[in-house]
Structure formats: C-alpha cells, structure tokens
Nanobody
Framework: QVQLVESGGGLVQAGGSLRLSCAAS????????MGWYRQAPGKQRELVAR???????NYAGSVKGRFTISRNNAENTVYLQMNSLKPEDTAVYYC?????????WGQGTQVTVSS
C-alpha cells in the first residue's frame, strides 16, 4: 500500500505558475507508474501527466510544453510544475501511483486559475 498527499494548489492568475507536490508514504523507487490526473467541475477525470521509474514521461496534449512532471525517489515525491496556466486548467489535481495492479489516489488539491 501507499498513501499519497498532494500539496501546492491554490489560486493564481492566468499566465502564472504553480508547482504541485505529491508525497508518498513509502519508497517510490519500485513504483513504475506515477502520475497526475485532474477533474474540472462537470467534467470527467483526465490524465495530465505520467512518469515511469525510468523517467519516461507522457502528457495530455492540452498541457504539453507547459507542464513538467518529475520524480525524486530519494524524497519519495513526485512533482508537477505548471507554467503558463490558463483558466481551463482549473480543476482538482490528483496524484496516482500504480502498485501491485492497484491504482492509489491522493485526496486531491484544488488549482484555480483566474482570467
């Protein structure tokens, strides 16, 4: 099992930046797939970015070039650097970890981008 705690959300103006953090309760060295999802009001949850244990990444088309996912295995933390934020990035952002054929979710952190 693993518990995930997100932080770093908040209110920011369009064009601004935020960095989200996801702290895991155990070592993430052996956790291959870790990622960030988001869910906006009235919309389905969607994948934002994913990173493997080897550092391979993939991004949703809507955030490519603006967001960067990274992981620090020594700190058991995954980050999401979000630049050039847009109002349509407003959502609750969730951290995920795939472990033993189960997907674990954090409680989410709210990101609100004002125009």
């Amino acid at each position: 099992q693993v518990q995930l705690v997100e932080s770093g959300g908040g209110l920011v103006q369009a064009g601004g930046s935020l960095r989200l953090s996801c702290a895991a309760s155990r070592s993430i060295f052996s956790i291959n797939g870790m990622g960030w999802y988001r869910q906006a009001p009235g919309k389905q949850r969607e994948l934002v970015a994913r990173i493997t244990s080897g550092g391979d990444t993939n991004y949703a088309g809507s955030v490519k070039g603006r967001f960067t996912i990274s992981r620090n295995n020594a700190e058991n933390t995954v980050y999401l650097q979000m630049n050039s934020l847009k109002p349509e990035d407003t959502a609750v952002y969730y951290c995920t970890a795939g472990l033993n054929d189960h997907i674990y979710w954090g409680q989410g952190t709210q990101v609100t981008v004002s125009s």
